[in-house]
């Protein structure tokens, strides 16, 4: 995997929804091992039918370069950091599991509560 790849989902040039909120996702991996696929294909999948057209992906691999690990403090990979909108939130694993995935970066609330 190379370092920082970046995957679009809105063109430069298309006009932005006022009351849509554009989602910058960083996700850390190391290398090309089979979680780290996985995980970038969960994502990619539930960007795609939650938030089409309104996020970008940043993949780091740390293999490539570990120092990239220390601004968002990275201790276990996979990780997923929710960079825009803010609050900044972080989701650990593979991301198999779409709920949790959908409630970490606030598209769901959780179950119970209202």
């Known amino acids: 995997m190379k370092p920082a790849t ?3 989902a809105r ?3 298309a006009p932005r929804r006022a009351a849509s909120k ?3 996702l960083r ?3 190391a290398g090309q091992t089979p979680r780290s696929v ?3 294909n969960n994502l990619k999948m539930i960007c795609e039918e939650h938030l089409a057209g ?3 992906i940043e993949v780091v691999d740390l293999l490539v370069d570990p120092t990239l690990a220390r601004g968002d403090q990275i201790l276990a ?7 825009l ?3 900044v939130k972080k989701i650990i694993g593979d991301l198999t599991n779409a709920e949790h995935v959908l409630v970490g970066l606030d598209l769901r609330r959780r179950a119970g509560r209202k």
């Open 38 to 40: 996985l995980a970038l």
């Open 11 to 13: 063109p430069r040039s």
């Open 54 to 56: 309104r996020y970008e």
């Open 77 to 83: 990979l996979p990780t997923l950091i929710r960079r």
């Open 27 to 29: 996700l850390y991996v």
């Open 6 to 8: 970046k995957t679009r």
């Open 22 to 24: 554009e989602y910058l």
């Open 85 to 87: 909108p803010p609050p």
